[in-house]
């Protein structure tokens, strides 16, 4: 299968434990893009890389949230100090560049107890 | 970027032609319209995408009429796997990120 990844697919963890996603894009993809979902809505943009290159972060990501894609391939987020607010499904999404379709994963699902 | 405006719901038959509006009033000159497939617990899927007039593919129509401030997917004798969330986006910026709605929940019955 050479679509995205996501891993893990599912994460519980307790209030105020951190926690660390991976996204791993389709080869040669240098557009990555981070969403969050919660139930009943649409995704939310998160944060976008080109590249290894961070270029846009939406409010929504406050400074207990970062992400990471040290060699413009596979992305990591990592969420510190998680509250129950977190809880949501966070996914990631590729495209070679341009105006084009993005290519999404299928998601982690974090539930924060 | 521009807003959209859908539905919220609509419910068909299995077998019938569904049309999905949206509008999208202050799109730009080079904006696209693009549309999403959600099935629960997945991540979207790209249905199709248009500038202007129509666009077929395997899957859908794209309907969009001259002055482009509303868009019409059509999907042919849907099944009950077509039952899922449907978005209607318009992405831009220099990031190309999709802001995404609510959607149309989309349910078919046998």
């Known amino acids: 299968d050479t679509g995205v990844s996501q891993d893990p697919r599912h994460k519980i963890t307790k209030r105020g434990q951190n926690v660390t996603f991976r996204c791993d894009p389709i080869s040669e993809h240098n557009r990555l893009y981070w969403y969050r979902q919660t139930l009943g809505q649409g995704p939310e943009f998160l944060t976008y890389?080109?590249?290894?290159?961070?270029?846009?972060k939406s409010r929504l990501l406050s400074d207990r949230f970062s992400a990471e894609r040290p060699k413009g391939s596979f992305s990591t987020l990592e969420i510190q100090r998680t509250e129950q607010g977190d809880s949501a499904m966070y996914l990631c999404?590729?495209?070679?560049?341009?105006?084009?379709?993005?290519?999404f994963g299928p998601g982690t699902r974090l539930t924060v107890l | 970027l521009a807003k959209t405006t859908q539905p919220i719901s609509m419910d068909s038959y299995e077998g019938q032609e569904v049309n999905i509006t949206c509008s999208h009033n202050n799109i730009a000159t080079n904006d696209y319209i693009t549309w999403y497939q959600q099935f629960p617990s997945q991540g979207p899927r790209f249905i199709i995408q248009g500038y202007k007039t129509k666009v077929t593919n395997e899957v859908a129509s794209l309907f969009i009429p001259a002055d482009r401030k509303s868009s019409t997917l059509s999907l042919p004798r849907v099944s009950l796997s077509d039952t899922a969330v449907y978005y209607c986006?318009?992405?831009?910026?220099?990031?190309?990120?999709?802001?995404f709605g609510t959607g149309t929940l989309l349910a078919v019955q046998p």
């Open positions: 890389f080109q590249n290894e290159a961070q270029l846009e």
């Open positions: 999404a590729s495209t070679p560049g341009g105006y084009g379709e993005q290519f």
């Open positions: 986006l318009v992405p831009g910026g220099a990031t190309n990120k999709l802001i």
